[in-house]
């Protein structure tokens, strides 16, 4: 096999692991998703964007920075970014960081 070939085969893998692992991340609008803040504040930080954003907190874990929430605006994933939110995710991708100390909001 060449280098040439390699370098294909390499980042063919690459590129295809990467897709898989952003789609596996990726919210989906209408569900609960992870909403990420600056991980440096307290949890008011978080709490503050989804508010702004008019989201519900469903829970919060041990990391301040991170809380799941949902809200029935389909403009959600939108408002949380406007708000301040560094990155929003599906749940799963924030599920070792909530694992611990899990509270549930109702």
Do not use: H
């Not at 692991?17 to 952003?22: D, H, I, Y």
């Not at 600056?38 to 991170?66: C, H, Q």
């Not at 605006?73 to 970014?81: T, W």
């Amino acid at each position: 096999m060449s280098k040439a070939d390699w370098l294909f085969t390499i980042g063919f893998f690459l590129f295809a692991c990467g897709g898989t692992a952003l789609s596996a991340i990726s919210p989906v609008k209408g569900e609960a998703v992870a909403v990420w803040a600056n991980p440096f504040t307290d949890s008011s930080d978080v709490y503050r964007i989804i508010s702004a954003a008019d989201g519900e907190i469903i829970r919060s874990g041990k990391w301040s920075g991170i809380a799941v929430a949902t809200s029935a605006d389909p403009d959600f994933l939108a408002r949380l970014y406007k708000a301040g939110a560094l990155f929003v995710s599906s749940p799963i991708a924030a599920s070792g960081c909530l694992a611990l100390n899990i509270q549930e909001m109702s």
